[in-house]
């Protein structure tokens, strides 16, 4: 069995653009509220990443991003805020971690890119596309195992790294398939 070493932090950034910033600095999974209204099953995907991983959550220095970072606290509440000077994430009037100036970024998330995971789960990208979780009928399987999982339904390659974080096996997902 090969494993893959992973960051041990889950970022949960706001938004498109903010996550697209944070990838531009390695982070290689991030978890997106898309904006105040976070979706129940975005909260339970991070609660059970939350047993394994330490959750930061980077939202906008305004309102709904406070209002965002205290629900999030409220249902995960070992998470940890970075806090950012709003003057720092304003560019042209507009506020958002996007307008952060990279290096900036870079140092505020520094602290939390140090401690690796190495997973213990053995699916890879083929097993996944051997369980059928690509082509026709594969929206339907991909829904099941993310509600037993809690997983996000996404790309295969997206559901691979939180099936990896959360150390499921190929045989939990093929039992799961079959039941």
Do not use: W
């Amino acid at each position: 069995m090969s494993s893959k070493t992973l960051l041990n932090c889950i970022f949960v950034a706001e938004g498109k653009r903010d996550e697209e910033r944070l990838k531009k600095l390695d982070i290689p999974y991030i978890v997106r509220t898309d904006g105040l209204n976070v979706p129940r099953e975005t909260t339970k995907h991070l609660q059970e990443l939350a047993k394994i991983h330490e959750v930061i959550i980077l939202t906008d220095p305004d309102g709904p991003g406070q209002k965002i970072a205290d629900k999030l606290l409220q249902e995960i509440p070992n998470a940890k805020v970075i806090k950012v000077i709003k003057k720092k994430a304003v560019k042209k009037g507009k506020v958002g971690i996007e307008h952060i100036p990279l290096p900036l970024l870079a140092e505020l998330i520094k602290p939390y890119k140090q401690e690796t995971f190495t997973t213990s789960s053995d699916v890879t990208l083929i097993k996944l596309l051997d369980l059928g979780l690509s082509g026709p009928n594969s929206q339907f399987k991909k829904i099941k195992l993310a509600t037993k999982y809690s997983l996000l339904v996404a790309s295969l390659k997206n559901m691979l790294t939180q099936i990896q974080l959360l150390n499921i096996s190929y045989k939990e997902l093929k039992e799961a398939l079959s039941e």
